[in-house]
T-cell receptor, first 110, second 115 residues
Framework: QKEVEQDPGPLSVPEGAIVSLNCTYS??????FMWYRQYSRKGPELLMY????GNKEDGRFTAQVDKSSKYISLFIRDSQPSDSATYLC??????????FGKGNQVVVIP | GAVVSQHPSWVICKSGTSVKIECRSL??????MFWYRQFPKQSLMLMAT?????????EQGVEKDKFLINHASLTLSTLTVTSAHPEDSSFYIC???????????FGPGTRLTVL
């Protein structure tokens, strides 16, 4: 079993819809949870960073962590064409090594 | 905000030559930097962890003599791909871990094409 599972299937949504992405993990030592956005041929950009169970909001983005279920989610409200990118979940334990999901390609259709 | 730069952004080289890629944290100190490789439509694969002033730690299956890493200062790490071959063609991305927050910030990546 991989440390981090993220269904890599592409996701197409109409503009204005809510985008819902999620990852599961198996390593209970993970303490820090991140979501990165990666545009084509660019490096990943940190979107959200959290270390506790619950929700964290930042503008149109909400990150959700459920440590008891080992499940994290990212929600994008009022999606825009500029949100079209690959979204990677990542997590780490205290040793600082990041474990990444495979990434979800999101396409927001105008 | 925290900015990480990479140079060059792209490079084309002949098989058998060596290529050096630089990773710099522009406005913060990073004792630890990471080097990743990403193939098309794949996630990032960690190659090695680079620590300032000490030897890099390589992931299983990554040849340390082929991918030379030097982390000579708190803001600069370099990756040298020695005797490059076409199968080394990939997107190489570094990240720098900010010392004060432990947050990793990624560089924009370097696309290497070996002919």
């Amino acid at each position: 079993q991989k440390e981090v599972e993220q269904d890599p299937g592409p996701l197409s949504v109409p503009e204005g819809a809510i985008v819902s992405l999620n990852c599961t993990y198996s390593n209970s030592a993970f303490q820090y949870f991140m979501w990165y956005r990666q545009y084509s041929r660019k490096g990943p950009e940190l979107l959200m960073y959290t270390y506790s169970s619950g929700n964290k909001e930042d503008g149109r983005f909400t990150a959700q962590v459920d440590k008891s279920s080992k499940y994290i989610s990212l929600f994008i409200r009022d999606s825009q064409p500029s949100d079209s990118a690959t979204y990677l979940c990542a997590m780490r334990s205290g040793n600082n090594r990041l474990a990444f999901g495979k990434g979800n390609q999101v396409v927001v259709i105008p | 905000g925290a900015v990480v730069s990479q140079h060059p952004s792209w490079v084309i080289c002949k098989s058998g030559t060596s290529v050096k890629i630089e990773c710099r944290s522009l406005d913060f100190q990073a004792t630890t930097m990471f080097w990743y490789r990403q193939f098309p439509k794949q996630s990032l694969m960690l190659m090695a962890t680079s620590n300032e002033g000490s030897k890099a730690t390589y992931e299983q299956g990554v040849e340390k003599d082929k991918f030379l890493i030097n982390h000579a200062s708190l803001t600069l790490s370099t990756l040298t791909v020695t005797s490059a071959h076409p199968e080394d063609s990939s997107f190489y991305i570094c990240s720098a871990q900010e010392d004060s927050t432990d947050t990793q910030y990624f560089g924009p990546g370097t696309r290497l094409t070996v002919l």
